[in-house]
DNA sequence: TGTCATATATATAAATCGCTTATATAGTTG
DNA sequence: CAACTATATAAGCGATTTATATATATGACA
């Protein structure tokens, strides 16, 4: 069926504004979906050394005075990539969604 | 993380219109999204077992004059209300995307 | 008319991959 | 001192991939 799991999507959304940590991303996808759609620990950090065997991301410094414990990710050139394709494949599902009457926005 | 896995998605949304049989689902997810992001038949069928398990879909009662090795599927309302909900979620990532620039048509 | 290749159609098994759940460890904040 | 922040790993499970099996239908070509 091709294309990234979504939570792989999901960190790359997470990380696509700005760098931030593990924990750093499980807060930003409750703030943006709620506490339930949040990943486990366990499934995050496992996703993490993933994507950057995979090279989606990539370990940056710190900031001074940040916690010694963070270890901070960013997007790599190829993670940004990913990131917009599969950004246009879900618009494209969300369009034909639409289309066939299953969001409320009416048909077009 | 919760949720459905994407073929479950893309099945929901191939029933969405209309009754199909597994390989004419296969045939409109390659028409919707191109050959490669079509599942394999492997998948296509367990998938289409759980969901008549967990009461997505059913089978309804093939038109006259139809293939006899077809098995054709509807959504159930239980379906579609998942598929609803999907969709919703989906549509609230796309913002969500837009907003971070990962799509062409501009930061609203 | 026959027959051959391709497309249609469903199904199952082994192996792999990623997530869940559980657990561990430890520093920080109120 | 409890709750939150922060990262990490292991066992188990569920879903997909890949491979294989089976069989009918269709179209081309001789």
């Given at each position: 069926?091709?294309?990234m799991?979504?939570?792989t999507y999901e960190i790359l959304l997470a990380l696509a504004d700005e760098s931030r940590h593990g924990y750093g991303i499980i807060k930003e996808?409750?703030?943006r979906s709620g506490a339930g759609a949040a990943p486990s620990t366990g499934?995050?950090?496992l996703a993490l050394q993933r994507m950057q065997t995979d090279a989606?991301?990539?370990e940056t410094a710190a900031g001074p005075g940040a916690d010694a414990r963070r270890k901070y990710y960013r997007l790599t050139l190829k993670g940004r990539d990913h990131a917009e394709a599969e950004s246009v494949r879900l618009a494209e599902l969300v369009v034909a969604a639409r289309r066939k009457n299953l969001l409320a926005g009416g048909a077009s």
């Amino acid at each position: 069926m091709a294309g990234m799991t979504p939570l792989t999507y999901e960190i790359l959304l997470a990380l696509a504004d700005e760098s931030r940590h593990g924990y750093g991303i499980i807060k930003e996808i409750e703030e943006r979906s709620g506490a339930g759609a949040a990943p486990s620990t366990g499934a995050l950090y496992l996703a993490l050394q993933r994507m950057q065997t995979d090279a989606l991301i990539e370990e940056t410094a710190a900031g001074p005075g940040a916690d010694a414990r963070r270890k901070y990710y960013r997007l790599t050139l190829k993670g940004r990539d990913h990131a917009e394709a599969e950004s246009v494949r879900l618009a494209e599902l969300v369009v034909a969604a639409r289309r066939k009457n299953l969001l409320a926005g009416g048909a077009s």
